[in-house]
């Protein structure tokens, strides 16, 4: 096997549409690629992630564009085979060489072959790749087969096999790519091909590791078929099969004793074995083909049996229950060829660094690239992988089944050897919504997509990776027939609470207790520097300097939340008021949506083993947005990101209740016991202690204690000058009486230094009453800095050192704790406010 990699030489034309002037009729081009990125390069259009030049490029939506490659095949020899492999094209296409058509695409998720070996001769010719407006298609298609509700009616995003998301989300531009979004290449090969290698891991009871490799070849057809020999070997165990002349498939069982064991991140160590395959034949036995990939030993189960509460939703890796704790994944650049894998290394770093061990390809963007995988089974990161539905009604009708099911086939198979792949689900929000979104009553009686979730796509994982799970749709509740139980039912497998952020207060997260909560989140704007790079005033001046900036057109533009604004605000008035200032207003949201999305994930996790996951929505962005990420698009972690790892830490304590009384919750994710003295203090915020008790306690390993506060602790007689500490060791918890727009909090409680160190800076700061959610903004002094931690809270007379890591030049290291720097949740009790204060209610940190 000789592939050749076709990535020079190549032109893009526009060849119908509403193409604006001064757009060129032929430009070079990149492959990989896209139209966007192209004409972006080459100076032709401002960049769509900037102010609000993604409306300017809706032209694009409309518009077919043709790729165009010289190429001369060397002649073939006798018996050589000459394929064309597009792995993918975004997305409906026609492929011609020379003088014949090839054939078509309407897949953006699946690859492509064709046999060119008549055109392998010395004769120069032209490839072309005739791309058409996706919209056009989806649009066409809908005509045909009848019209179906979605989250973002009329977006035709279900009626063609492309990345929804593509076509804009509450969270995403509306961009509508076109392009040769994977590799291109010629191979060349004789006899056979490995066509599928499929490994199917497990491990026994007693330790074992077995790997079934499924493998499918392909013969050239230009010789009498011979038998072929199959090899595969892995930590020194070989096994070899003899495929016989009439014959495409074979599998070669290897069993290896004592399998090192691949375990989540904080469960153990993650060993990768290298598995290789290699296909021999030919007149002197040679090697053909051959395949090499790493792969990890691991079991995985999804418990979903019934009990007193309703239906688990429990993973087990290697026999032991795992409390996941995710993050949902979109693609991280909405241009996708830009993403590298250097990107996903850090972004999968910061997951990691936030205590996650598991993210969530969500169904409205794509099947990841093999980088993405690999990097998570490296890491230890689990991955949860939806088939790609999402928040809308799919039709069944022929050509979306069949394109469903090649891509399905495709990419089961793709990505068996991944260890980190332990879970696959049918679409996101689509039973649900058929169920609680009107669609009934629209579809009158058309295919939406339930043969889909309920039998195509578990069909294929039963028949091709029974290894790994599958659950029919998130949310979902499993049953013995669909329909049993209300798909978002708490109580019953997997559920997704959008009521806080939509229309609740994020104090009704504790109102319930889900036994597997697989999206959950709230909005908060992305960093300071990343909004003042990219949004500006719609009058070009800084954003800030506008009349009303969060209300500026342009502003709007990088909001896409139905009434985001107004949402954000509502969230904010009861816990810590509406700042007038808008500087003020960035830190109260992020600063709102950090706490928010900490309180939900403290009370899941208290409710261990009863509730066994929590999923946020989202870890990352994929332009500058307002949006649920804790990862801006420009990388810089929120304070979101900040809440995530403390709340996910292996040890907690956490404040909740139980039976309507004050409890704190002790959570132990580690192997190993937790004891010591649980001290619960109440104390004045300038640090004056009211009461106190000390009782020794131990949680056992991967368990959780909950312990009544009671009465004399939990009661205050000054709520708005008092708080009630929680310590274990070096974990503590911080629960306030009412809420911060009642506390009195001192607006200035800290005084603070900041000094050169290497590689950085040392901010030092020391608090003289109650300091809460202390957070470093080091993206105001400098883009490329980082900060250690965030979020921090202190009692009076508490102390911290923060790491500042920068290496630029010629910076005042006051600068770091200025006001716009250095800021409290105490601060915002200073500035003027919007709003009122809202109700107050007892807060826990």
Not at 367 to 386: H, K, M, P, S
Not at 689 to 710: F, L
Not at 745 to 766: F, I, M, Q, R, S
Request: net charge negative; hydrophobic share 40%; glycine share 8%.
């Amino acid at each position: 096997m000789i592939a050749s990699p076709l990535t020079e030489g190549w032109t893009l034309t526009p060849v119908a549409g509403p193409v604006p002037d001064g757009i060129p009729a032929v430009l070079a081009a990149e492959v990989p690629g896209s139209a966007h990125t192209d004409l972006l390069r080459a100076g032709h259009i401002a960049d769509p992630y900037l102010d609000g030049n993604e409306k300017d490029l809706t032209w694009m939506h409309h518009v077919d564009w043709r790729y165009d490659l010289p190429l001369t095949l060397p002649a073939a020899a006798a018996d050589e085979r000459v394929d064309l492999v597009l792995d993918g094209v975004d997305t409906v296409s026609r492929i011609r060489l020379g003088g014949r058509e090839l054939g078509t695409t309407a897949n953006m998720h699946r690859s492509y072959r064709f046999n060119i070996r008549p055109e392998a001769n010395g004769t120069p010719r032209q490839l072309s790749v005739d791309l058409r407006s996706a919209t056009a298609y989806a649009e066409e298609l809908r005509g045909l087969l009848g019209d179906r509700p979605s989250a973002y009616h009329p977006v035709p995003f279900n009626f063609v096999r492309k990345m929804a998301c593509s076509f804009g989300w509450d969270w995403g531009p509306d961009l509508r790519t076109a392009g040769l979004w994977k590799e291109v290449r010629i191979e060349r090969w004789t006899v056979a091909r490995l066509a599928e290698v499929r490994p199917l891991v497990t491990v026994t009871p007693n330790g074992a590791g077995r790997v079934e490799v499924h493998v499918t070849i392909e013969r050239s057809g230009l010789e009498n078929a011979a038998d072929l020999t199959l090899e595969a070997s892995v930590l020194g165990q070989t096994a070899t099969a003899v495929v016989p002349a009439e014959s495409s498939s074979a599998v070669l069982t290897l069993n290896v004793p004592d399998a090192p064991l691949w375990w989540p991140a904080g469960y153990g160590d993650q060993p990768l074995s290298g598995l290789q395959v290699r296909l021999l034949g030919g007149s002197a036995g040679a090697v053909l083909h051959s395949w090499d990939r790493r792969i990890g030993f691991r079991s995985i189960e999804l418990d979903t049996s019934r009990d007193e509460t309703g239906t688990a939703f429990t993973l087990k890796v290697n026999g032991k229950a795992v409390f996941v704790k995710g993050a949902n994944w979109i693609p991280d650049d909405h241009l996708l060829t830009r993403i590298t894998r250097a990107r996903l290394d850090r972004r999968l770093d910061q997951a990691l660094a936030a205590n996650l061990n598991l993210l969530r390809v969500w169904g409205g963007g794509i099947y990841e690239t093999e980088d993405f995988y690999t990097a998570c089974d490296e890491r230890g990161i689990l991955v949860w992988q939806d088939f790609l539905l999402a928040c809308a009604a799919y039709p069944e009708e022929s050509p979306l089944w069949e394109e469903f099911e090649s891509e399905a086939r495709e990419n089961v198979v793709r990505l068996a050897p991944h260890p980190s792949l332990v879970l696959w689900n049918g679409g996101n929000e689509n039973v649900w919504g058929h169920e609680d979104w009107g669609w009934k009553e629209e579809l009158a009686g058309l295919s939406w997509g339930s043969r889909y979730a309920h039998e195509l796509l578990g069909g294929i994982v039963a028949e091709l990776d029974p290894t790994r799970p599958y659950c029919d749709n998130s949310p979902y509740s499993p049953g013995e027939d669909p329909g049993d139980v209300h798909p978002n039912d708490p109580d019953h497998g997997t559920h997704h609470q959008w009521e806080v952020w939509n229309r609740i207060d994020y104090s009704a997260y504790r109102d319930e207790v889900p036994r597997f909560c697989s999206e959950f989140g709230f909005q908060g704007p992305p960093a300071w520097r990343t909004l003042t790079d990219y949004v500006h005033a719609s009058d070009g001046g800084p954003l800030a300097g506008a009349p009303d900036p969060k209300e500026d057109p342009v502003f709007l533009v990088h909001q896409k939340a139905d009434d985001g604004n107004g949402k954000l605000d509502r969230g904010l008035a009861p816990h810590l008021g509406v700042p007038a200032d808008f500087e003020d207003w960035h830190w109260a949201t992020q600063l709102n949506q950090a706490r928010a999305v900490r309180y939900a994930v403290e009370h899941y996790r208290s409710w261990w083993p009863r509730t066994a996951g929590a999923i946020v929505w989202q870890l990352n962005d994929c332009w500058p947005v307002t949006s649920w990420a804790a990862i801006d698009s420009q990388e810089r972690p929120k304070p979101l990101w900040h809440a995530l790892r403390l709340a996910n830490a292996p040890r907690i304590v956490s404040f909740g209740s139980r039976e309507k009384e004050l409890s704190v919750s002790l959570v132990n994710d580690t192997d190993q016991p937790w004891s010591g003295p649980l001290i619960l203090r109440r104390e004045t915020l300038d640090g004056a202690v009211k009461t106190e008790r000390t009782e020794q306690v131990e949680v056992a390993a991967r368990s959780v204690k909950t312990i009544p506060v009671g009465t004399g602790l939990s009661l205050s007689e000054d709520p708005q000058g008092e708080v009630l500490l929680a310590s274990l060791g070096a974990e503590r918890a911080i629960h306030t009486f009412v809420e911060d727009i009642d506390l009195r909090l001192d607006p200035n409680p800290l005084k603070a230094t900041a000094e050169p160190v290497p590689g950085g800076y040392e901010v030092k700061v020391y608090a003289a009453s109650l300091a809460r959610d202390i957070t470093l903004h080091v993206d105001r002094v400098d883009p490329g800095a980082r900060v250690d931690d965030g979020l921090i809270t202190l009692p009076a007379g508490g102390e911290w050192t923060f790491t500042v890591i920068s290496t630029a030049a010629g910076i005042d290291p006051e600068e770091f704790v200025s006001r716009s720097v250095l800021r409290t949740a105490n601060d915002l009790r200073a500035v003027p406010a919007l709003t009122g204060a809202g109700h107050s209610t007892a807060a826990t940190q």
